[in-house]
């Protein structure tokens, strides 16, 4: 089924708004999920697969769920934790010489890294912060059954075939055309001219 999803559309059902439309999902060059921003009390973003939409234009998504369904999607997360925590080994003397009243130093301190996430590690996430061929803004996509078929950057349309990489932060064009995604192809489109 072919979408148009633009940032900043209406996500809703046939009688409720959810929110409007702030991320778009791509993972293993396939665009799977939507990320719905409820608003200021709507609660936090939602984590939404594309097929539960039912149809798109560039204003709005339909979606096939009620409330409770809406409710039950995950909360998008993205985040890193970092702290310090201390190692598991003793502190090492701090005078070189025997010496009674020569104190332990304090044990040494290292980062300890969590991140949670409600998307996979693989994905890329497309949001209006991404760039498109170094000057444009990323807008949206227009999918084919989750397969990205055109970026949409401002006005323009641009056909998937000129993208040759794809991150979160930007999309470069040119090359050779971007190769059809399958299931061990890795996000990170990379064609070598």
Known sequence: MKHTLVLGASVGCEDRQFGKLTRIVVDNGVANQLVVNPGLFGGPERVVPISDVTESTPEAIMLKCDESEWKAYNAFKMTTHSEEQPTLVDGLPI?????????????????????????????????????????????????DTGLPQAVLVGDQTIPFAEVSELDSTNIRLGGKAAASPSADQPTHLTNQP
């Open 95 to 143: 005078a070189s010489a025997p010496d009674v009243n020569a104190g332990l130093a304090d044990p040494t301190l290292i980062d300890v890294t969590t991140t949670t996430s409600t998307v996979a590690e693989t994905a890329v996430v497309l949001t209006s912060s991404t760039k498109v061929g170094g000057d444009g803004t990323f807008h949206g996509l227009i999918t």
